[in-house]
């Protein structure tokens, strides 16, 4: 168990719908970066937050949003679902943000746009 | 922005064989290389990691080299076991501004008995 928790596991929803996705750091952890998944295109980073400020925007879509909280939790928010949008959606965490910091991995949600 | 290439995509080997993966990254300020160990249904899990002012790291059957001159870095694996299969990934970071962990694209890795 790395500490990092995510919620929900597994998500099936309609085209055109919006869903939550929700991340719980480690305890102390400042960062929380959140990677997509898929089965071509590998871990491509989204976002990365520290302390409740945007860091870094990496292939993010407009209709994507993120946001970290000042409970350090992060939720990533997707909107006007396309069947494209399914994959797996994973959060890290990480103490800091420089070089050298190990990140950790939550379980990752599935999402499955129909 | 960083880019990481990631080879072979899939790599069979024999239960006692060594497995290597190789890695390219393009931006020469990267200068953190951890590589990460996925097993199905789980999340990505930090196996090794090498900064860029040390050429090599060995921690058991498992070892980094970097060359920053080439910018590749390569994990190596001896004495392969069958729980050894997994995906796994390569990164890289530069301790920049606006920059996050980038992923090469994953190298599924089967150990046969």
């Known amino acids: 168990d790395s500490g990092v928790t995510q919620t929900p596991k597994h998500l099936i929803t309609a085209t055109g719908q919006r869903v939550t996705l929700r991340c719980s750091p480690r305890?102390?952890?400042?960062?929380v970066y959140w990677y997509q998944q898929s089965l071509d295109q590998g871990l491509q980073f989204l976002i990365h937050?520290?302390?409740?400020?945007?860091?870094a925007k990496g292939n993010i879509l407009e209709r994507f949003s993120a946001q970290q909280f000042p409970d350090l939790h992060s939720e990533l928010n997707l909107s006007s679902l396309e069947l494209g949008d399914s994959a797996l959606y994973f959060c890290?965490?990480?103490?800091?943000?420089?070089?050298?910091?190990?990140?950790?991995f939550g379980q990752g949600t599935r999402l499955t746009v129909v | 922005g960083e880019n990481v290439e990631q080879h072979p995509s899939t790599l069979s080997v024999q239960e006692g064989d060594s497995a290597v993966i190789k890695c390219t990254y393009s931006?020469?300020?990267?200068?953190?290389f951890p590589w990460y160990k996925q097993e199905l249904g789980k999340g990505p899990q930090l196996i090794i990691d090498?900064?860029?002012?040390?050429g090599e790291k060995k921690d058991q059957r498992i070892a980094v080299t970097l060359n920053k001159t080439a910018k590749h870095f390569s994990l190596h694996i001896t004495e392969t076991q069958p729980e050894d299969s997994a995906v796994y990934f390569c990164?890289?970071?530069?301790?920049?501004?606006?920059?996050?962990?980038?992923f090469g694209k994953g190298t599924t890795l089967s150990v046969s008995s």
């Open positions: 990164a890289a970071f530069a301790n920049q501004a606006g920059t996050a962990l980038i």
């Open positions: 305890s102390g952890d400042l960062s």
């Open positions: 890290a965490s990480s103490v800091s943000s420089g070089v050298g910091t190990e990140a950790f």
């Open positions: 931006d020469s300020a990267s200068n953190y």
């Open positions: 937050y520290y302390n409740g400020e945007e860091r």
């Open positions: 090498i900064r860029s002012n040390v």
